[in-house]
């Protein structure tokens, strides 16, 4: 295990759950929302602001830092924090996610996936080796096994046969990361000989998989364990229910992060079901895109009903968009397609999400957790204003 990763599991409220884990480069209070950083940049946020909005630790994509700049580079460079100047913890994906997307671009074989890249057409293998040594490079603070991600809907036999591969692959992840700990070789420099490795339990919707892809990743033994393959279409209800009886079925005393959700409500839902990291694009793309989180419901700033609306996007948010532009001048912004609409609105939805996790982190420190969530679920802000 790695000495410079621990997690304590300070309290419990039900089954939600208030933790912290420590790192190289800090500490990060869970349940923590984790906003991506795709190419070494939370698009439209400067470092600065994730500092100031709280964020305590935030994600890189493998696959695009591999093929630009590319991980030798980077590791070159000091390794991803000193590149990309950020000092507070980071976690890497393993680059699977992506080539999975690429549809088809890739093929996957037992030994791993080849695939072409998206810029430029170039040939490209990952195997479960290679994205442990890339991310090794990169010297993130928490690296994920590379996993097989399945497409939604997938046949029992097909997400028993992916699930199988995801298992070995993760034994193949975790061999090479013991590896390199042991004797790490000249081509592979350890940005970060303390990163911890997370292994990822697949299984499609078909919860005797999960099952059995729980209990073997967790034999294999990892600091912490995600939860895969889910947000990609399956019912909310069906999401939930995976989530809810895999994390059961995981050690209590390491950390737990579902991959990929999702909307704020998932967030409260899914830490009632004993989740501890999550990560999304929602909020950053969907500010990008105009769409707004707020206390008293869902925003789309360019609708007209806004267009001399002299309110903050917010009236409860303290964060810089709101407290010193109206919805009037955003809404202008965005139509203008001034970069700065961007910027103002990906600030606003970092701090909704991030702010939610402080208030649900409160709440299972004073035992309050189900009436927050109940009131959560109850108020306006579930639904859109502008429906
Ligand atoms: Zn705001």
Redesign the pocket.
């Known amino acids: 295990m790695s000495d410079g990763f621990t997690f304590t599991l300070l309290g419990t409220d039900g089954v939600a759950r208030r933790g912290e884990f420590h790192t190289p480069h800090g500490i990060v209070q869970t349940p923590a929302f984790m906003p991506v950083g795709t190419q070494g940049t939370v698009k439209a946020a400067l470092h600065r602001d994730l500092e100031e909005l709280g964020a305590e630790i935030i994600l890189g994509n493998t696959y695009h830092l591999f093929l630009r700049p590319g991980d030798e580079l980077i590791a070159r460079r000091g390794g991803l924090h000193r590149f990309i100047g950020w000092t507070r913890p980071m976690l890497t994906d393993s680059g699977g996610f992506q080539i999975f997307s690429l549809a088809e671009r890739r093929v996957i074989r037992e030994e791993g996936a080849e695939f072409q890249s998206h810029l430029d057409g170039s040939r490209h293998t990952l195997t479960p080796e290679r994205a442990v040594d890339i991310q090794s490079r990169l010297g993130a603070d928490v690296a994920m096994v590379l996993d097989e991600c399945m497409a939604y809907p997938a046949t029992r036999e097909a997400a028993a046969a992916s699930m199988e591969r995801s298992v070995r692959w993760a034994k193949r992840s975790r061999e090479r990361l013991d590896a390199l700990r042991a004797s790490p070789p000249a081509h592979v420099p350890a940005a970060n000989p303390a990163q911890a490795q997370f292994g990822i339990v697949q299984g499609g919707v078909f919860q005797d998989l999960r099952n059995d892809s729980a209990d073997a990743t967790v034999a294999i033994g990892f600091e912490g364990y995600a939860i895969g393959g889910l947000s990609v279409g399956e019912p909310t209800e069906v999401m939930y229910s995976i989530t809810e009886e895999t994390a059961r079925r995981l050690p209590v005393e390491r950390p737990r992060y579902l991959m990929g959700a999702g909307t704020p409500e998932d967030l409260v839902e899914c830490v009632a079901r004993g989740i501890d990291m999550f990560d999304c694009v929602m909020p950053t793309r969907n500010a990008r895109n105009g769409q707004l989180f707020t206390s008293q419901g869902r925003i789309n700033i360019k609708n007209a009903r806004y267009a001399e609306d002299d309110r903050p996007?917010?009236p409860e948010?303290g964060?810089y968009?709101?407290r010193h532009h109206s919805r009037a001048y955003l809404r202008h912004l965005y139509l203008a397609a001034e970069m700065t609409a961007g910027a103002l609105n990906t600030l606003?939805n970092l701090?909704f999400y991030l702010d939610t996790m402080r208030r649900i982190r409160d709440a299972i420190a004073f035992g309050t957790f189900d009436n927050f969530r109940q009131g959560f679920l109850r108020s306006a802000s579930r639904l859109s204003l502008d429906s």
Request: aromatic share 0%; charged share 10%; hydrophobic share 10%.
């Open positions: 996007l917010d948010c964060c968009t709101c606003h701090s």
